[in-house]
């Protein structure tokens, strides 16, 4: 009893998986072994198709967001653009995990924010009001300003101010007024505008 | 400026540099960082005999001088540390977190295998050595159960200091004297050794925590302390951390991060769990959620 003395066995040090075995084990019935083969494809371009067409189906979340890790490390417009599908999903976990993993790409992401703000579904551009918020890219707040300035839904409005909040300068105060102005009738949106700018 | 003088990188360089870097080790640097980055990258080329950065880069990247890397990850990382730093989360470990260890796993008579603690990463050793003192000097459980430490770093060089233990004024500050007398002997210099029956009880890994292949090799930590290393991560790169962590715990698993550092931004896999001295994180025990 006491502090005891683990020393290193070499069969502790475990060789990585095959790429071929860690595909296969995608698709294993035990949640662990699907997030450890989604965590072990890192880097591996060839994986990317396989891991894109189980982030939709996957029932776990450990394993969509061990996918989503992966996946989000591949910071191409390829990956961005099937990820952004999922945005308009009906379950709020999945759109939830999958913004914040776009709002980590900041090199394929920016190409398909215009798109996103212009999506018929305000569902998706209230999501993309979450991605902007922690998307390192220098557009970012601009791209906010214009949604607050221009959508037409109060969600949206309201998700892109809070969005902005933390970014908020003086130079934001008439455009939040604006935003009231144009949905007097959003209770949430006037308490969020004059809880940051009185 | 050119890429070819010691002097200064060019901002190409520094770029360059950089990408690589992060794709190695998840650290970012940002351009504020760019005079503490550039010092020392200097003295690896020096170091390594090289006339300048083009030719000591392309060494670094070809690795066919493997030392070149770890010589830079040493110079590069931010090795800070001390005794019993942010002590109020070891105060958590005993009055909370191993008593709810030890009930989820049967109780302390019948436990199959050792409470598994891992510090990572550990530098210079003075966390997972704290870890030890207090487990001794301050656990009524001690003499009833096996406990297990690790320490793990990126860094070679911080881990040789772990393994010789000796440690100067500033780093022991917070260690009561009755404990420097009982577990310290002076070597000389103002320094002073650890008690070699707590050096040779704790077990060091050289390991990059973002790598998940590495990182397969912990398993079934009962408690991790993973402080003051995702502050120097980007997003992506702390997510990995936090997943590869994920998988080196039991479920149940205490996680504890630097006071500054928060799981919330990072990663929805862990529990947060308040307790009275702070927030600890728990890998939850049923299954995948
Ligand atoms: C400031 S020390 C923290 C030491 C101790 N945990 C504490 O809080 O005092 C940060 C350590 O992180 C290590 N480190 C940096 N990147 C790492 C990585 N990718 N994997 C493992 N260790 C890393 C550095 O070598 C350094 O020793």
Partial sequence: MGLVRREQQPAEAKAAPSVETLLRQLDDPDPDCRREAALGLDGVAEAVPHLLARVGPETASTVRDALLTTLAAH???EVAEALAIHLASDEADLRTSVAEALSTMPGSVPAIIPRLIDDPDHDVRVMTAM?????????????????IRQDPH????????????????????????????RFPDDPFLRFTVEAAVG | MTSSTTAGLSAVD?????????KRTGIQFTESKRYFVDKRIETCIKQAGFPGFNAWFSALRLS?????????????????????????????LLKTVLPDVLAARGGAGRMTGPVKILSLPCSTGEEPYSIALRLLEEWDQIDHVDVEIHGADIDSA??????????????????????????????GAGRYQLDAGIRGAVTLHQINVCDTTSMRAFRDFDVIFCRNVLIYFDELSSRRAAENLYGAMRPGGYLFLGHSESMSRISPIFTPSRLPE?????????GPR
Avoid: C
């Fill in chain 1, 131 to 147: 991605v902007l918020a922690d998307l390192a890219h220098p557009g970012s707040l601009t791209w906010l300003a214009d949604m």
């Fill in chain 2, 158 to 187: 911080v881990l040789d200091k772990a393994a010789h233990a000796s440690y100067g004024e500033r780093s022991l500050q917070r260690v009561p004297m009755s404990w420097r007398a009982k577990y310290f002997a002076p070597v």
């Fill in chain 1, 75 to 77: 910071d191409t417009t």
């Fill in chain 2, 64 to 92: 066919d001088r493997s030392g070149l890397l770890q010589d830079l990850i040493n110079q590069l990382t931010v090795n800070e540390t001390y005794f019993l730093r942010e002590d109020y989360q070891f105060d958590s």
């Fill in chain 2, 278 to 286: 702070g927030i600890v994180y728990q890998r939850p025990s049923g």
């Fill in chain 2, 14 to 22: 520094f770029e360059k540099f950089r990408e690589f870097f992060y």
């Fill in chain 1, 154 to 181: 109060p969600n949206v409005v309201t998700a892109a101010v809070d969005a902005l909040l933390p970014s908020l300068g003086p130079e934001h105060t008439e455009l939040l007024r604006d935003a009231v102005r």
